[in-house]
C-alpha cells in the first residue's frame, strides 16, 4: 500500500511539474487559448475553472477581438517567463480582463491595460510575486467594482465615479495610475470619507495617493455648520487610512464668514464621532492671529485656530498667547485670559489649564497667574481652581481688597455679578476647606524664618539680595543657587522655591529656571531690618457647609464665612470674634461687621463696627455692651500674654 501512495505521488508532481513548467505560449490565437485551457484547470481548483470558464463563455461570444486576444496573450508570455502562477497571477489577470470589457461606461480600454502590463514587464523594475500579485488584483477590483485598494472586505479606498486613467511605469518614480476629477471615497467598517473633485496618482505597490485639490467636509458629525477644506498636494497611506495636506484653506462661515483661513490639515478614516465626539479631521492655522466674536455672549477670542472633529482648539501664536475676553451687555471688560492653548466646545464651554486670568471691577482685578479654567457658555459660570504644580499654588491677588487669597477654587457668575470662593456644591462639597486672606503688607517673622536654609542664609534675603543688585524682577535660579554655594544649581533649590511659590512670595518658571520676585520678597527682606511698615492681618475661613466667601464684584463688598477670630494687633492684644463667624470685607481691607471686639482689659460687644485700614483704627457707631477688666500687677506675663484681670460686677450697656 505505501508502494502505491508514492507511486501516486510522483505521477502527480510530474503532471504538475509538466504544467507549470510551460516556457511559451504559442503565438497563434486557437493554440495560445488551448494551452490557457490546460494551464489554468491542471489542478481543478475551483476558483481557476470557474474563472476559465467565464473567460471562455465570453471569448465564445465574440467578447474578445482577436487583437484584445494576442495582446493577452503577450502578456500571459510575459507573466510565464517571470514564474508567475495560475492562481493567484493568472486568475487575477483574467478576472481584470473581462472586468475591462464588462464596463458600461469605460474609459479605459483592455489594449490600455495590456499595453501597460507590458510596459511593466519590459521596464527593467524588479518585482516579486507579492508585487505581480498586488499589480494584477489592482485591475481585478477596480475595473470591476473602481474599488482601488482593498485592505478587508470592510476597509478599502474606491472612485465614485469612472475616470480617464492614465498608466505610468517609471523605474524612479514607481508604477502608478493617474486619476482626473474624481471623489475619493473611503470606508472602513462604519466610519467613511470623501474627498471630492480630486485628482492624483495612485502608486500600486506602495498603496500611497499622492493627490492634488480637492474638497473635504465635516458631513460626517451629521450637524448643521458647513465646515469644509480646499486641499493642495496631499498624500494619503491607504493601508493605514491616513494621509495630511500642508497647504489648505478652511470654510466655516459659522465663526469666519467668507474668509478662508490658510492652514493644514490630517485626516483618519476609522475615526468615527461617538456621541458627536471625533478627534478627526484635524486642522491648524498657520502664523495667523483671527479673531473670534461670537463664541459666546460677551465673549471675543483672538488667537490660532485648530479644529479636532467639531472640538476647536485656541493655540498660541508664535511667542504671542491666545487670549479671550469677556465684556458684559453694557460693553465692560469683565473678564481677560491668556493661555497657549483653550478648547471650545461650539455653545458648551471653553476650558484650557496654566491661564493667566484678570477678573474686572471697578478698575481694579483679581488675578492669578496660571489657574485652572472652566467657563460655562450657556450659564455665563466661570470656575477657576488651582492646581498642584510648579505657579499653578500661587495664591489669588485682589487688588481691591489687596489681599492674598490661598483659596483652590472661585466660581464667578458674570451674569449675576457675584464670585463665589469655596463654593459648595452637590458634586463638590469640600467640607472644612480652609482659604486664608493675608494683607498684602502681611509680616510673619516665623513664616520669614521658616525659609532660612542653613545658619548663615534666608532664601527670602538671597532672591532679595540678587534682585537688588542685577536691578531685575526675574532672575536667574542659577544665580541664586549659586550665591548660595558655588556647588548648587537651580534643581538643589527648586524645592524651596515651589514654597516660596505657594506662599506667594514668587512666581517661578520651571522651564527657563526664572524666578519672578514679588512684592512679598521685598516686604519681608526689609521688615527683618525694620526698613518698612507692615501689618498683621490675615484671616482663616473654615466652614463645613457654607461657602467660604461671596464677591459683589459690583460694589467691591466680599463677605467672608466661618472666620472664628481675627487679630488687629497682636502685640496691644486686639481681636475680634465675629457675629455667626462673618464679616465683610470692603476696598483696602477697610471691614464691618459685627460680634465681640477685644481690646486690651475691655470688651466691646455690638453690630455696625467699622475698621479703617489707612486710619488702623475702629469705628464703634452703637454698642450694645462694654465690659472693663482691672489688670491684676505684672498684667503682662510670659512670653508676652496677658495675665488674668478681675471682671468689673456690671456691664455697661448701650452707649
Keep these: 500500500m505505501k508502494h502505491i501512495n508514492i507511486l501516486l505521488l510522483i505521477v502527480c ?50 467578447v474578445f ?95 465614485s465615479q ?15 495610475v493617474e486619476f482626473k476629477d474624481i471623489d475619493l471615497v473611503c470606508l472602513r467598517n462604519s466610519d467613511s470619507l470623501q474627498i471630492f473633485n480630486t485628482s492624483g496618482s495612485y502608486f500600486i505597490l506602495e498603496k500611497k495617493f499622492v493627490g492634488s485639490g480637492g474638497t473635504l467636509n465635516w458631513d460626517r458629525f451629521e450637524v448643521e455648520d458647513d465646515i469644509s477644506v480646499e486641499l493642495s498636494d496631499f498624500e494619503v497611506e491607504l493601508t493605514r487610512g491616513l494621509y495630511t495636506c500642508n497647504e489648505v484653506d478652511l470654510s466655516y462661515p459659522k465663526f469666519f464668514g467668507t474668509q478662508l483661513i490658510r492652514g493644514t490639515f490630517e485626516d483618519k478614516i476609522g475615526s468615527k464621532p461617538k456621541n458627536g465626539k471625533g478627534l478627526y479631521p484635524k486642522f491648524e492655522s498657520v502664523d495667523q492671529v483671527l479673531e473670534i466674536d461670537n463664541f459666546g455672549a460677551g465673549i471675543t477670542y483672538s488667537g490660532g485656530f485648530k479644529l479636532a472633529g467639531l472640538t476647536i482648539y485656541g493655540p498660541a501664536v508664535g511667542e504671542q498667547q491666545s487670549e479671550i475676553r469677556i465684556e458684559n451687555d453694557e460693553g465692560e471688560l469683565k473678564l481677560q485670559t491668556l493661555s497657549d492653548q483653550f478648547k471650545i466646545i461650539v455653545d458648551k464651554r471653553i476650558t484650557a489649564e496654566q491661564v493667566s486670568c484678570n477678573i474686572f471691577m471697578n478698575g481694579d482685578s483679581i488675578y492669578h497667574p496660571n489657574i485652572i479654567f472652566r467657563y460655562d457658555i450657556p450659564e455665563q459660570k466661570l470656575e477657576l481652581k488651582r492646581g498642584n504644580n510648579g505657579n499653578q499654588k500661587t495664591p489669588f491677588y485682589s487688588s481691591i481688597h489687596r489681599l492674598n487669597i490661598q483659596a483652590d477654587d472661585m466660581n464667578y457668575y458674570l451674569g449675576g455679578d457675584s464670585l463665589v470662593i469655596g463654593e459648595k456644591t452637590l458634586q463638590f462639597n469640600n467640607s472644612n476647606a480652609v482659604v486664608q486672606l493675608e494683607s498684602q503688607d502681611y509680616f510673619s517673622e516665623a513664616e520669614f524664618i521658616s525659609f532660612r536654609g542653613g545658619a548663615d542664609y534666608n532664601m527670602i534675603n538671597m532672591i532679595y539680595k540678587t534682585a537688588q543688585e542685577e536691578g531685575l524682577r526675574k532672575i536667574s535660579a542659577y544665580t541664586v543657587a549659586e550665591q548660595i554655594n558655588p556647588k548648587f544649581t537651580a534643581e538643589t533649590i527648586e524645592t524651596v522655591l515651589y514654597a516660596l511659590v505657594e506662599a506667594g512670595f514668587i512666581n517661578y518658571y520651571s522651564d ?144
Excluded at 28 to 50: G, I, R, V, W
Excluded at 150 to 158: I, N
Excluded at 162 to 176: N, R, Y
Excluded at 560 to 587: C, D, H, R, S
Design 13 to 62: 508532481a510530474a503532471g504538475l511539474v509538466q504544467a507549470q513548467s510551460i516556457t511559451s505560449f504559442s503565438e497563434d490565437t486557437p493554440s495560445f487559448l488551448k494551452e490557457l485551457d490546460a494551464f489554468m484547470n491542471f489542478n481543478k481548483q475551483p476558483l481557476l475553472e470557474e474563472t476559465h470558464e467565464r473567460f471562455e463563455s465570453m471569448t465564445k461570444s465574440g
Design 65 to 159: 477581438s482577436e487583437e484584445d486576444l494576442q495582446g493577452m496573450r503577450a502578456v500571459s508570455q510575459s507573466m510565464i517567463e517571470n514564474r508567475l502562477l495560475a492562481n493567484p497571477h493568472f486568475n487575477a489577470y483574467l478576472q481584470s480582463c473581462m472586468m475591462v470589457k464588462n464596463l458600461s461606461e469605460s474609459n479605459v480600454s483592455l489594449t490600455q491595460w495590456n499595453a501597460f502590463l507590458m510596459e511593466v514587464f519590459a521596464s527593467g523594475i524588479k518585482l516579486k510575486r507579492d508585487n505581480y500579485k498586488t499589480l494584477l488584483s489592482f485591475g481585478e477590483t477596480y475595473f470591476g467594482e473602481q474599488i482601488i485598494y482593498r485592505k478587508t472586505s470592510k476597509f478599502y479606498w474606491a472612485s
Design 162 to 176: 469612472t475616470s480617464d486613467l492614465g498608466f505610468k511605469v517609471d523605474p524612479e518614480s514607481g508604477i502608478s
Design 512 to 655: 527657563s529656571k526664572v524666578i519672578e520676585v514679588k512684592d512679598k520678597i521685598y516686604l519681608y527682606a526689609e521688615a527683618t531690618r525694620g526698613g518698612t511698615d507692615f501689618d498683621r492681618l490675615k484671616l482663616e475661613s473654615v466652614t463645613e457647609k457654607l461657602d467660604n466667601g461671596v464677591l459683589d464684584v459690583k460694589t467691591g463688598d466680599l463677605t467672608m464665612f466661618g472666620i472664628k477670630n481675627l487679630e488687629f494687633a497682636p502685640k496691644k492684644f486686639v481681636g475680634l470674634k465675629p457675629y455667626q463667624q462673618q464679616l465683610t470685607i470692603q476696598a483696602n481691607r477697610d471691614m464691618k461687621f459685627g460680634g465681640r471686639l477685644f481690646a486690651g482689659y475691655s470688651l466691646f460687644t455690638g453690630d455696625d463696627m467699622r475698621f479703617n485700614y489707612d486710619e488702623f483704627n475702629i469705628e464703634l457707631d452703637s454698642t450694645k455692651y462694654l465690659d472693663l477688666f482691672l489688670p491684676i500687677i505684672d498684667a503682662v506675663g510670659e512670653k508676652g500674654k496677658l495675665k488674668p484681670a478681675y471682671a468689673l460686677n456690671s456691664t455697661i450697656e448701650h452707649f
